[in-house]
């Protein structure tokens, strides 16, 4: 069974701060890791998709890693910014089709300015 | 172009009362999925269709909750005799391939409340 977790369960920050956004998964079989993002009131807008034959993604000032052997996957922000605060989810997919996708509880984060 | 649209955005319905929730995917998406979103938590999985076929739905919690995509394009999720613990937010997304292989793509939901 696919567990996910995320560290921290919160964060607030200074604008113009780098920082790193934890998550964790038990089953290493994964095919995939996708990040998040989700804003009050909305739907989930996708930022990266790590294919497990890759270590990393960058989308701008995002970067996303992924090590299978450990369990883990960072999500990385550099130059933060107010406009960056939101919950950012990690999901890992599961399943027969490998459709299920697997939620962490997210991390809330806040950008000061 | 358009994303994945979900209506209602809103819904209050009384104990008891059964609802409709409709999920138009990204036209040509091969994949439509269906989550429920407690507050404070992350999305759970309901089911899963790859076209019309409901390949999954092991994560629907009980048999008052029914889905179906009779076209393989848009889906409805039924919830029948609504209790108040079926009040989350019901979130519906679709990716172009099927299985692992998608990239998911996710709808505003709609925020479903049981009184």
């Known amino acids: 069974k696919q567990e996910v977790t995320q560290i921290p369960a919160a964060l607030s920050v200074p604008e113009g701060e780098n920082l790193v956004l934890n998550c964790s998964f038990t089953d290493s079989a994964i095919y995939n890791l996708q990040w998040f993002r989700q804003d009050p009131g909305k739907g989930l807008t996708s930022l990266l998709l790590?294919?497990?034959?890759?270590r990393e993604q960058t989308s701008g000032r995002l970067n996303a890693s992924l090590d299978k052997s450990s369990g883990r996957s960072t999500l990385y922000i550099a130059a933060s910014q107010p406009g960056d605060s939101a919950t950012y989810l990690c999901?890992?997919?599961?399943?027969?089709?490998?459709?299920?996708?697997?939620f962490g509880a997210g991390t809330i984060l806040r950008v000061k300015s | 172009g358009a994303g994945v649209s979900q209506s209602p955005r809103y819904k209050v319905a009384k104990r008891g009362q059964d609802v409709a929730l409709r999920c138009d995917p990204i036209s040509g998406h091969v994949s439509l999925f269906w989550y429920q979103q407690a507050l404070g938590q992350g999305p759970e999985f309901l089911t899963y269709f790859q076209n019309e076929a409901q390949l999954d739905k092991s994560g629907l919690p009980s048999d008052r909750f029914f889905a179906e995509r009779p076209e393989g394009s848009v889906s409805t999720l039924k919830i029948q005799r609504t209790q108040q613990e079926d009040s989350a937010v019901y979130l519906c997304?679709?990716?172009?391939?099927?299985?692992?292989?998608?990239?998911?793509?996710f709808g505003p939901g709609t925020r479903l409340t049981v009184t």
């Open positions: 999901a890992a997919p599961r399943g027969e089709y490998g459709n299920k996708l697997v």
């Open positions: 997304a679709s990716s172009l391939a099927g299985g692992y292989l998608g990239e998911q793509y």
């Open positions: 790590i294919q497990s034959s890759q």
